[in-house]
């Protein structure tokens, strides 16, 4: 029953383990995702051009440094491998000698088995013919005098001495041939379980080789890559300050913009032409907040508003905006009613402005950029949760994203701050 019951629940722990593995699979892909797409909000303010360039010279840089971690990982299990098998090597070096020296004794005490043997071969075809069962009257009637028989029993002794010895020694002999053969046997089977021993150290090393020299050459691609990398963004490098002048014009085009905008905002607001609550605002799928969000869904935040340094100028700027991660093509709403206005340049690329009117004493307006299109005229007056656009690259942007920006009173703010939002 035990039995049949561990084979009931041992797939159940496979399943768990692989459901694990891959749940892990899955975060760490989403882990990867995320600091993509923070890479890529980052590089928001030079081109596209350049930004790629410095992603290739990250991800090279990146690959290189695992690589060589795998290198240094490959050379310490090769160094293992070959201790391993010189290890086994000098094992089997003492096990083929203690065999030659066991062979050895073996040729050297043959003469001696063989005298033993024909020792006891004479003795046994002398007492085979009577020489060997001499009675004791046969030296008497033999003698011819008390010396004479003195003699004889003397010899008789030595005699029978000379025969027990012979005996004794091959019975040593043969004990000794026996327990020779035995070790022999087990050095010649330690031989045999070494030698494989050996040759699997061998291949293992043979194998740690292989992997440290195909390491080595994947490095050293790499480092060539890293090379075309880093001199592909230096060529690029050549524009950015053209281009960090033409994001600096853009912005304070769009502050001007925004400006004017707040200042028409500002006279209609006075004069008593504008105005909504945000009370009259309800939940929906962008939020419950006055101003809602740009897209649907949770929002991920790849890029944040305010003080950042520019990955590849290195210079601190402020970041007048939110990023969120979105792909290519996502729709992007109208976070708040108002009229919408095109608003195209080079950093920006396709953009919108939309005019928000007076909020709860206060004046706004929403910017997005880097919209793949639009889905709305110029000057259209659209409501809150319609579509206006799609998420895309233009302008300076490495890759698709939401760039959401909020004024408030002429002035930009953190979205992420606004009640509700």
């Known amino acids: 029953m035990l039995a049949v019951l561990a084979l009931a629940v041992a797939p159940v722990g496979v399943t768990t383990a692989w459901a694990d593995d891959r749940s892990d699979a899955a975060d760490e892909q989403t882990d990867a995702e995320q600091r993509r797409a923070e890479l890529t909000a980052s590089l928001e303010g030079v081109s596209a051009e350049l930004g790629q360039a410095y992603i290739d010279l990250q991800n090279a840089d990146t690959s290189l440094t695992t690589a060589q971690d795998d290198l240094t990982a490959a050379d310490n299990a090769l160094a293992e491998k070959e201790r391993e098998q010189q290890q086994a090597s000098d094992r089997l070096d003492v096990a083929e000698s203690d065999l030659a020296a066991i062979g050895a004794q073996a040729t050297d005490s043959q003469a001696d ?98 992997s440290a020299a195909a390491k080595r050459d994947e490095v050293a691609s790499l480092k060539s890559e890293k ?50 609550s945000s009370g009259s605002i309800g939940a929906d799928s962008l939020g419950d907040g006055f101003i ?9 935040v790849t890029s944040p508003f305010g003080f950042r340094v520019h990955p590849v100028t290195g210079v ?19 976070a708040v009613s108002g009229t919408a206005t095109y608003w195209d340049s080079a950093s920006c690329g396709i953009g919108i402005d939309i005019n928000a009117g007076y909020i709860d004493g206060h004046s706004y307006v929403i910017t997005l950029c880097h919209l793949s299109g639009r889905v709305i005229s110029d000057g259209q007056y659209v409501s809150r949760g319609d579509v206006v656009g799609y998420t895309g690259s233009t302008g300076y942007a490495t890759g698709p994203h939401v760039h959401f920006q909020v004024a408030r009173d002429g002035t930009y703010i953190d979205p992420m701050t606004l009640p509700g939002f």
């Not at 060997?132 to 030296?139: A, F, K, L, M, T």
């Not at 019975?171 to 330690?190: F, G, I, L």
């Not at 490098?237 to 994001?247: I, V």
């Not at 085009?253 to 909504?276: F, H, K, L, S």
């Open 227 to 276: 090379e075309t990398a880093a001199a592909t963004l230096e060529e690029r490098k050549k524009d950015l300050k053209e281009q960090q002048a033409q994001a600096s014009a853009d912005a304070d085009a769009a502050a001007e913009r925004v400006a004017q905008i707040d200042a028409a905002n500002r006279a209609a607001y006075e004069d008593g032409r504008t105005g909504i």
């Open 113 to 210: 088995a063989t005298e033993n043997t024909t020792s006891v071969a004479d003795l046994v075809v002398a007492t085979y013919q009577g020489d060997g069962d001499v009675s004791s009257w046969s030296y008497v009637l033999a003698s011819d005098d008390v010396d004479d028989l003195t003699q004889r029993a003397s010899t008789m002794e030595i005699a029978t001495s000379v025969q027990e010895n012979a005996l004794v020694s091959a019975e040593e002999e043969r004990a000794r041939d026996a327990n020779r053969r035995a070790r022999q046997d087990a050095a010649t089977n330690r031989v045999a379980t070494l030698k494989a021993d050996a040759d699997a150290a061998q291949e293992q090393a043979r194998a740690a080789r292989d």
């Open 316 to 334: 601190g700027t402020g970041h007048q905006g939110t990023d969120f991660a979105a792909s290519e093509g996502t729709p992007q709403y109208a």
């Open 292 to 300: 809602g969000h740009p897209i649907t869904g949770a929002l991920t």
